[in-house]
């Protein structure tokens, strides 16, 4: 029989008013399981039971939270291969991968514990005698968190444990095709010791449940990693209410190779930054741009490694790339691969329809020679699909680089220092990667982009207080 997954709502797990499955992409007979889907009033019943508890754990210390995120971080962490397997059974990444992710998403907790303890303010002398200043951080209040499926576990990790740690309450809308992993991630923080309210878990669509998030004037602040499209939506909304917003949306991350590159490394950054899952990284390369003197060996080179690269299963042993996530992406990627193709761009490698033992949504890497107007080297495709552009020099490199309407995470492998640090001054990305793929981020350091990638604070590390606290200037005359 199916697992069910419930709504988590005011301390309580609730059916929802109809269900949706959960598939496994690397095997459609495989259904992971059914979710409950909320509708507007059970969504606005999470949010008024969120909003009542913000007093209790506004008023909370430090202490009891810094004890329940550092338990949610614990379990996670204990339980990463169960875990890992459901992610990777359940949104496709390799099963290294997945342990990975879940090892990440304790670690976060384990971070935002510390952070509790450490949320500090400041004492200034006035300009006026006799007169004291404090500044302090205090929480935001009901914070409504809106995440995507390609990261079920670190996402959601990296809003909610910070979103607790500085005393704010949370209601939680994941991607409706990772509610496995939402409702592992819940059940475990259900079990932190949590007042009712403080954490409540929403499944359903974007239109219904993350709509009446948006639209509510008791959630004060919304944390949302998603699509441009959807990115744009929520903006408009919550600027007619003035709610506090901070978004991450896509990426069309270059990855530079001067002639001066280690070229054994630049192929591993690149091979392993544009497709190991599956390409479905907000920080995947997806434009190589490569000088002129190593643009024939690199495009060999990648072109064999790609070949080579075994998809399959994302619980098989062997297996290097999954599947993608659904049959919309699949369609999506494999229509893109078309429109590469009638628009003149050389397809190299890849970028077919393939069949495994089990029924999956299975594609080979795609590796394209582009030129920068073609569509493919413009827009984001978020799958394994990725173009060369030629540059003449390092300069032109740079131009093609930051000649996109994105700005999330940017690299370049050169042996030349000069070259290496012009790059990290210029490139208008938030992230910067020297001989390192784009894809791959510590959990302790800001994470963000710039340009159409990103807007509002930047999420993790310390700078995430920015966003889950509001700042308050006391006046005191003694
Ligand atoms: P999506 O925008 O379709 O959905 C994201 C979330 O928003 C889902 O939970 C969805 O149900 C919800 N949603 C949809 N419509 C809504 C609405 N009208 N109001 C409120 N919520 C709504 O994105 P996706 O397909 O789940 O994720 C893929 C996208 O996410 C890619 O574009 C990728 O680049 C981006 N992404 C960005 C980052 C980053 O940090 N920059 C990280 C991961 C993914």
Request: net charge neutral; with cysteine; hydrophobic share 40%.
């Amino acid at each position: 029989m199916a697992q069910k997954f419930k709504n988590y709502i005011n301390g309580r797990w609730e059916n929802g008013v109809t269900t949706g499955a959960s598939e496994n992409p690397s095997d459609l007979a495989d259904m992971v399981g059914e979710y409950s889907r909320a509708d507007i009033k059970q969504t606005q019943e999470a949010i008024r039971a969120a909003a009542d508890a913000r007093g209790a754990w506004g008023g909370s210390t430090p202490q009891r939270r810094a004890d329940a995120l550092d338990q949610i971080g614990s379990e996670i962490i204990a339980r990463k291969n169960e875990l890992g397997e459901l992610l990777a059974r359940e949104e496709g990444k390799t099963l290294p991968e997945a342990v990975g992710e879940t090892v990440r998403a304790g670690n976060i907790f384990k971070f935002f514990a510390g952070e509790s303890l450490r949320i500090g303010g400041e004492r200034l002398a006035s300009v006026r005698p006799g007169v004291d200043v404090e500044v302090s951080r205090e929480p935001v209040g009901v914070v409504g968190i809106i995440a995507p499926w390609n990261f079920p576990l670190a996402i959601p990790a990296w809003k909610i444990a910070p979103a607790l740690a500085y005393g704010n309450t949370v209601v939680f809308k994941p991607a409706e095709l990772v509610t496995a992993c939402a409702w592992a991630l819940a059940e475990i923080i259900s079990r932190a010791g949590l007042p009712a309210g403080v954490f409540n878990l929403v499944m359903g669509s974007g239109r219904q449940v993350g709509q009446a998030l948006v639209d509510s004037a008791q959630v004060d602040a919304i944390s949302f990693t998603g699509s441009v499209a959807t990115g744009e939506q929520i903006l408009k909304a919550t600027a007619a209410r003035r709610a506090k917003v901070q978004l991450e949306m896509g990426g069309k991350n270059p990855l530079i190779v001067l002639n001066d590159a280690d070229m054994e490394q630049a192929v591993e950054c690149a091979v392993q930054g544009a497709y190991f899952s599956t390409g479905q990284r907000c920080t995947a390369s997806s434009r190589f741009i490569v000088e002129a003197g190593v643009h024939d060996a690199f495009v060999s080179r990648v072109r064999d490694r790609v070949k080579a690269l075994r998809v399959g299963h994302a619980l098989q042993r062997d297996t290097e790339i999954g599947p993608v996530v659904s049959s919309d992406q699949l369609a999506q990627n494999l229509s893109y691969v078309e429109i590469g193709r009638n628009e003149g761009a050389e397809l190299v490698w890849g970028g077919e329809a393939l069949t495994r033992d089990t029924r999956g949504h299975y594609m080979s890497p795609a590796l394209f020679l582009a030129q920068p107007q073609h569509r493919i080297a413009r827009e984001e495709i978020f799958g394994p699909v990725a173009c060369v552009l030629r540059a003449d020099d390092y300069e032109h490199a740079l131009s093609l680089a930051n000649d996109t309407p994105f700005g999330l995470c940017a690299g370049i492998c050169t042996t030349s220092l000069k070259r290496a640090t012009h790059f990290k001054r210029h490139i208008q990305a938030g992230m910067a990667m020297v001989n390192l793929p784009t894809a791959g981020v510590d959990y302790h350091v800001p994470f963000g982009g710039r340009k159409g990638s990103s807007h509002g604070p930047r999420e993790q590390g310390r700078y995430a207080a920015e966003f889950y606290t509001t700042v308050k200037t006391a006046y005191t005359f003694a």
